[in-house]
């Protein structure tokens, strides 16, 4: 005879025979699929300047480049001339010093060393002592982006033509401060005081130029470590002013190569206010401060705090009349410091008022429905729409849909004060991962009686509202040596997950007869997965007999 | 967390995170699979367009997921694709196939395991399809009653009568054949 024990061994031992060469091949054509996938995607993928700005690697080399031509705005004192060549480098710094705008044209060629990504990029740059500085970056003949430094305002803005979008984010005194110390005086200060080697004279679109080249980094006011450096400077003879700044920076160990050509100088040129007008439309509240993304935390001017999990964003108010922020993503959990004004966050959901709280907010996926869930920590929360409105404190959770009021199944007058309870139940143990205390919820005692057949599936099924007629006699069938409801329940505990979700309760919906519900719920544990609980009136109680 | 990682260097379109996870799972997939499926060639088929689609979810596949759990999932989904469309090509089936014991049976044990194995199989063959996935994801595939209902999409109750019916119903084959 062999024991139930047995055979679950000799199943657990049961191994098939693997023939190594079919298991060989069979790698070899994933590796290859792999290989294959790798490459499509990468010719599939053509340069997006928004993306190459969020993400890329070559994102550093931009930023590192920034750099670079930030340095071609402003002066600095230079001493006596340079022995040894025809072009005096003092006057050189003389001549640029008394520049208050100019215009030029800048070529990027960014190759990381396995040479997988190339990024070409162009920008004019405008430059103004009075207006501050703009960037416009193009691809083929269009602009894709363009920067605007507004020491007036206080602001970096940077626009999207092509989206209409623009986000606005504070320059403080220190960035200004850097960027004000930065410029051609810079560089033509780090030319002339580094070791240099002279290049002689040529001729660049019919001007009479001569250069240097400078290979120590120091030339560089890069963020990022570099191997090696040639700088060149070119200088018109005749008016002393720079006319081509080539650049060729190879990163730390040879990880990337960027090669920056700067030209088409015009120095002095007219450059009134428009210039430096961002063209955002007329609508100025619609400027945003700034679009935040987690995980990080933010602290408001008022000591509020919102802490952001990874994947989620919020949109700070751009007036600082209004406190609080929009909620457009993800996961975020706000502490709320006492004020004059309400602190309201919008959302597609509706608003949340709080007034001295702390709670969470989550938007979340779920069965193609996207859903606001808020749990509040202590205090209180107003949860309003156009359907309707909800006041909820401590310990208290209700969830929105679009377009529905929000909903806190304790809140619904049409639920019995039993079957809430019983809900609230379900939802205590399984977010404290108590298996006793789930189980609690089911009458055992009904699901003993069936294994015993004292009692009848077909006379009521809404007991165990979870099987079919097929599974009641499976269960007859397999349970029927059980001898105690206690064995049951370990039978069944044995088997529940020690997962926690975090839970949320949608709808709970009423039979006519108001002796069974069930509701809609949403289990949370990185995504989101949705279940329908059951619940019967019988033996003189509210009993779950679904999970 | 060795998965965790593993998913991560794939996404990024690693090779050897592709052949740690294939030398990891797909043994333990194929035998799954060839539990459910009665037959080792196509179980080695069905597996192979797991991970071909593995592959092809570089990138997008969720570290969050559970790896094993997500495999498991799409093998057994694969098999009920191939059992609704009911193949008509002839199987080659495990009774062809020598069963390999694993290395903790002693070689004189190993001689009746193999006939063992051969009676276990043939008896699986005779359970219903819900029961006897109930019966190798769980003891097999060490997946939780939990995790199975929800692949069946059944409560846990339900999943649990399949699997105590199925071991019953093989308990009772392999005995009566012991008493033949």
Known sequence: MRSAEKIKRLINNAKIKIDPEVKTVALTVLTNELEKIKKTKSAETQPNIWRLIMKSKITKLTAAAVIIIAVMIGINQLGGSIDGTSVAWADVAEKVEKIRTFICQRKDLQTTADKEQTVETKSVIYSSEEYGSRIDSYKDENIQLSTYTLPAEKAIIT???????HFRRPLTEDMLKEMEQKGPREIVRRFSSLEYKELGSKIINGVVVEGIEVNDPKVLSANFPVERVIARLWVNVETKLPVLLETEVVGQEETFQLKTIIDEFQWNVALDAEVFKPDIGIDESSLVAELLNGPRVHIFADGSQVQLAEDAKIRLYDS???????????EVEIVVNKGDREFIITSAFGTIKALGTAFKMDIFRVDSTNLLAVNVEEGVVEVSNAKGSKIIRENQRLTVEQDKAPYDFRQDENLPLGLVERIQAMLDA???????AWLANFNIKAFYDLAKGKVEYEQHPDWFSGMSPD??????????NVNSPEEIKEIMIADISDNIYKLYVRSVTLDKDGKHATAICVKKQGQAIGFTPQWTFFDGDWWQTDD | MEDKLLIWKLNRGSKAALCRIYEKYRDDLVRITAGLLNDVSTAEDVVQDVFLMLVHSAGRYEIKKNLKGYLTACAVNKVRNLNRGKCTQEPVSLDDVKPEVSDCKAPDQCIECDEEFQ???K????????QKEAVILHIQGKMKF????????????TTLSRYNYGLNKLRSILNSEVEK
């Open chain 2, 146 to 157: 939990k995790e199975i209902a929800k692949l069946q999409a059944v409560s846990i109750k």
């Open chain 1, 159 to 165: 626009v999207i033509p092509s989206t209409q979008k």
């Open chain 2, 119 to 121: 009676q276990l199989y």
């Open chain 1, 320 to 330: 600082t009349d209004r406190r609080g922020f929009e909620h457009l993503a993800g």
């Open chain 2, 123 to 130: 008896a699986m063959a005779q359970l219903p399809y819900e």
């Open chain 1, 430 to 436: 399984m977010e404290a991962g108590d298996k006793h």
């Open chain 1, 471 to 480: 599974d009641a006699n499976r269960f007859r069938q397999a349970l029927a």
